[in-house]
């Protein structure tokens, strides 16, 4: 983060923990605050310059709002678990971050790429397949293939954490120029 000039935490070659972003800075502390990292230290910015507004949102008492959602361990290893903005509010006011669910379903080698979000009341996936995986393996099925992982995804899930539609696509994602599905 810019923010943080620029960064928070570091993974090095003799201290890697799977499923993190590295461990925190020696000069960074990080807390979780409402699932929202939140984190302060000698790098962490003062605030905007000439914009007392949105330094006042970003900045609480000198803790960083990150805006990404997570949790730091007892030896300082960050956890991200999604971004704020794209969490999902259920009909039931409950959060769903999206993104675990993208990387849970997206698991599986059929799945090319995947986006995940609320549609009409309910949680969606539209899936681009991998239809190299999906030839390679002889599924001549691919809608029927992928409503199975999404049922065994269903199967181990909270009721709020469901994907209730499954959407097929034909084509990628559009993607942002650093290559990620933009979402909106």
Not at 37 to 50: A, D, F, I, N, P
């Amino acid at each position: 983060m810019t923010e943080c000039s620029p960064v928070i935490s570091t993974t090095v070659s003799w201290n890697i923990r799977k499923g993190t972003v590295g461990q925190l800075l020696p000069n960074c502390e990080a807390k979780a605050v409402d699932e929202e990292l939140w984190v302060r230290g000698s790098s962490v910015m003062q605030g905007y310059y000439k914009m007392p507004e949105e330094t006042a949102e970003t900045l609480v008492d000198g803790w960083l709002r990150t805006g990404d959602l997570g949790y730091v361990d007892e030896e300082g290893f960050v956890y991200l678990t999604g971004r704020k903005k794209n969490l999902i509010i259920t009909k039931n006011g409950e959060n769903v971050s999206p993104e675990e669910l993208e990387n849970k379903i997206g698991e599986n080698r059929l799945v090319q790429e995947i986006l995940v979000r609320e549609s009409e009341g309910v949680i969606e996936a539209e899936i681009f397949p991998d239809m190299e995986y999906a030839e390679k393996k002889e599924i001549s099925d691919i809608p029927a293939e992928l409503q199975k992982l999404i049922d065994e995804y269903n199967a181990g899930a909270p009721a709020y954490k469901r994907v209730y539609r499954l959407k097929v696509r034909d084509t990628e994602f559009p993607k942002t120029p650093s290559k990620k599905i933009k979402r909106y």
